[in-house]
């Protein structure tokens, strides 16, 4: 009988032992991105990954070729093969058995499959995305999203399964590439990732929607494409970040020097108590004069329990002041200089450089492109002459040691040379290699950054590239010859997403027609709204703010601080104005806010709410304290899975193309594509074709659709290119 087409596989990286097979000292593993081993810490390719095991199973027990809950509780582990990295009959053993699966099993396999497609061009074709992916802390997340136990080491004595005599733990490494604990380590997590596998499958209730075929099929694909975005990278435009680096370092100097005519200091010595007094002068101007109850909506540090200097309470204390008061114009500056302060540490300084407080702090840091035609990176920043001394090396001539002169000077000046001196604007020449976390858990077992959210949605670390602010998304650009970078997102997704779920027949019907959600919202409130067009603009931007403050019970301060932020302060609306958003929710939304009560309910019944197909699920237990959290949870979820069945689509689709078209950032509810002009039409058709699938019968929308009773709702996106 023919082995199941099915393995559990595990690597141990150049982090697991001192030396190589050939006796050459291995550092320690500092990144968990391929290419970011190999840039920062000297390692070659052929280091990159020491041994792989493969578990074979003893059974498919899967139901006509579908993965279920019941197949994979099923699941026992049978024969166990140990592949040394640096032998050539060991690696095409492998190779045959990456050909042979339809389905590989692991714990954070996107690490593994990162690095084996990095580690040779043999195994990046045969891991092109065919297989289907079952990873052990995904399936710890649907089984418990709270559980902060996703690891084997973690999971095997809590679930009764398994513990270790022996783990790389507590900085202990194994001494060579070779050695047979180390081969008996790789071996025991491939066979222990199949027995917690099954194990948390019998524990996930037979009629829960986690583990369907298509919870599992949607998972597959969620972990395919983020390892394709791994290996994308954002390309990035050094010259343009220079230039914007230089900008807020002027912006920084220029605000404090005007804010210091005013009276306040923004940095160095007497800063903290300048501002102190400048926000109790701020204060006590208002309750003179617009707000006496102006504290109440202030924050407090936890530490002092006085007044905080955060952004959010500048905003509010310039929302009361008046317009010509001098110091909302010290305040104004105060925000300016936050703004570039924030632009600078948290994002320039990191890509360019390195963390702003840790110069050892690479993790950030942008790589620059290999040369066209060459296998390894030429250009690093030229290090200083060694003046350390390197203890315990077997080699002075090991990749190790070049890692140490590189990283023996992580000064601006050294960093600054990693760059090419010819390099412009128009082009990127450079990446970030964000770690992408589909649940919440560790880049690898007990390693790395953590990250992911239990709310479903797909985070990235390292950098955090779903929060980069317009100026350094301005900086994104292409790696091709008068390429273009091409983003797609869908339109009002988490408002279609709660008309869907709740039967809003106000929403739906005006996405059914095609009308303007937003302006329908703001005439609710202003009766003359198309007979005032020079208001529209002001009023349709406060509808919008009314609807999304309607899914996720926002109140009328909240709704006022987030619009004036906004806006950039053009909008300060009286507090009353959205009270009454607030009073009339009931009488607009009726059947959004009955079936949020509903949910508030069933939260408080059952401690708990699952959702359909792909059985995401959130724990509450005070749902006084977590009304907005159970409303979210639905919507935020559902829209995040609707973009991640497009992506996964998109991902496929793309890659059955000749051309060069990377999917490399998702932010939430938008892609972004770096493309070839031949390809930029091809980029939205095949996002076009996502849609459609999604919107089918089989699809998530379509069946969404028909489990709520309803007809499908559009789903409408918008295409913004930049070159």
Known sequence: MADAPIISLDIETYGAARHNAKWMRLPDQQHFNPRKSEYWQGVNREDLILTCAVTLMKEDTRDNGKWTREAIANLEPGETFLFQMHRTMDKEVLLNWLKYADTIIGSNIQFDISYLRRFNNAFKYALNGRHTYIDTTVVAYLWNELSSSRSLKKLGPLLGQFSYEETLESNHRFNHASDERLHKYNCQDTHNTVLVLAALAKRIPPTSHKLTPFCVNHYSDAINTVIMMSEAGIPFSSKRLETLMERASTDISLSRSIAEHGGLILSGKGSAKSKTEFFDKAIQEIQESTNPDVLDLLDKTEKTGKISHSKKNRLILMQFLPEDSEIRDCLYEFGKFQDAQKLLSTYLYPLMLHKRNDPTNVRSSLIPFISIGTEKYSRHYEPPEIVKTVHNLKSKSSPFVEAFKRNSDPTPAALWRRFNDNRVSKKADCAAYPSWFITPSKVKNESGSEGGTIQGRITCKDPSAQTFPPEIKSCICSRYDDGMIVGIDLSQIE????????????????????????????????????????????????????????????????????????????????????????????????????????????????????????????????????????????????????????????????????????????????????????????????????????MSPEGYWGMLCKYHGREVLPLEFDVEVSH
């Open 495 to 694: 408002l279609r997403v709660a008309a869907l779920l709740s039967g809003e027949e106000s929403m739906i019907e005006s996405y059914m027609q095609g009308l303007d959600l937003h302006a329908n919202r703001a005439r609710t409130l202003w009766p003359d709204y198309d007979t005032n067009p020079d208001e529209q603009k002001q009023r349709r931007q406060v509808g919008k703010m009314m609807n999304f403050a309607d899914l996720f019970l926002a109140s009328a301060n909240t709704m006022r601080e987030q619009v004036y932020a906004q806006s950039g302060g053009d909008i300060n609306l009286p507090i009353d104005i959205y009270r009454k958003v607030v009073a009339t929710r009931t009488e607009v939304r009726p059947q959004l806010n009955r079936w949020q009560n509903n949910l508030i309910l069933t939260a408080k019944k059952n401690g708990r709410i699952e959702l359909p197909f792909i059985g995401q699920s959130r724990q509450f237990s005070n749902v006084s304290l977590e009304r907005s959290e159970i409303v979210n949870f639905p919507v935020q979820t559902t829209a995040s899975n609707l973009m991640m069945q497009i992506q996964g689509y998109m991902t496929k689709d793309l890659a059955k193309v000749s051309g060069h078209a990377d999917l490399f950032l998702q932010v939430f509810d938008a892609v972004y594509v770096d493309c070839t002009p031949q390809m930029r039409h091809l980029v939205v058709s095949s996002f076009k074709r996502a849609v459609d699938h999604v």
